[in-house]
């Protein structure tokens, strides 16, 4: 781990005491997730599993998960995309002709320009938006960067706490965002006075398992009787109980969306929240995209 957040890390240690304190047993929600009977489809390269649990038997809420898992060997991989003006996800996946896609990094809704480093095929797009009170360090959900190889396979990296480090990386492909859930294995702890980490939302993440599978996941969220979301302690479980190593929040809220070409209304497979209904034609507009392609 880069020994210029080890202070950084420490404090977040001490943040994340109270939400340990109260020691809760999260078995039956594992066991629960584990063992559901998720819908499963073997596609191009890649499985996409969703399951709808409606018995509040996952944090004693309900929730609607979508999953692509990518497996290594696969001729099936990601690549970053991105616009001047905000795009549905289910736009940039047609323009790319990908199999599947999900939303990025965070964004500026009004300007729509990235608040995180962005760098796509050697071109540098966005930088990471400085805190309020210090021009140097950067913002609390600045501290996940994801570089694809050539071979379109994430590798996950703490920065350096100066904002502009991602500069330095030779890679043609470069998304910061975060926070980091889940590094080499270990849980990265998350700040408790934020109601960005311990409030429930939709989330959208990205993982990394041991044996090089990848994992893209969306969770709904801000639909009470159908799914609540996830609070980012929450989510980083959910990455564990699927095997990750390592693991990244991305945006989320109203941005969070998974499109799987073929599927659902406009290739959108989970509940986008915009619209205020538990539907598939919330979308909301977007400045970056994963996509999936072969």
């Keep these: ?53 409606q018995q509040q038997e996952v944090f004693n809420s309900n929730q609607y998960f979508c999953i692509i898992e990518i497996p290594r060997g696969s001729k099936s991989h990601l690549e970053f995309v991105s616009d001047s003006l905000l795009t549905r996800v289910s736009d940039f996946a047609d323009r790319g002709k990908a199999l599947a896609a999900i939303n990025g990094s965070f964004f500026n809704m009004s300007t729509g320009v990235p608040v995180c480093y962005l760098k796509i095929k050697g071109q540098q797009l966005g930088e990471n938006e400085p805190s309020k009170n210090d021009s140097i360090h950067r913002k609390y959900y600045q501290n996940a960067t994801i570089r694809l190889l050539p071979s379109g396979r994430p590798r996950f990296n703490i920065p350096d706490s100066n904002r502009m480090s991602e500069c330095q990386m030779p890679d043609s492909n470069v998304m910061t965002t975060g926070p980091m859930l889940l590094y080499r294995g270990e849980t990265v702890p998350q700040r408790t006075d934020l109601r960005f980490v311990y409030k429930r939302h939709n989330r959208t993440a990205i993982g990394l398992k041991q044996d090089g599978t990848i994992v893209l996941l969306v969770a709904d969220g801000r639909h009470r009787k159908q799914s609540e979301g996830l609070s980012l302690p929450e989510l980083t479980r959910i990455m564990r109980w699927l095997g990750c190593r390592d693991a990244a929040n991305l945006d989320g809220g109203g941005s969070t969306c998974m499109y799987i070409k073929g599927f659902g209304d406009d290739g959108v497979v989970n509940h986008p929240s915009d619209n205020g209904r538990f539907d598939t034609r919330g979308q909301r507009r977007v400045a970056n995209a994963i996509l999936v392609v072969k």
């Design 1 to 53: 781990m880069n020994k210029a957040l080890l202070p950084l890390i420490l404090l977040l240690s001490a943040f994340s005491v109270a939400a340990q304190s109260t020691h809760r047993n999260y078995e039956a929600d594992s066991i629960a997730f584990v063992n559901a009977l998720w819908e499963t489809d073997s596609l191009d390269g890649f499985i996409y599993r969703h399951y709808h649990f």
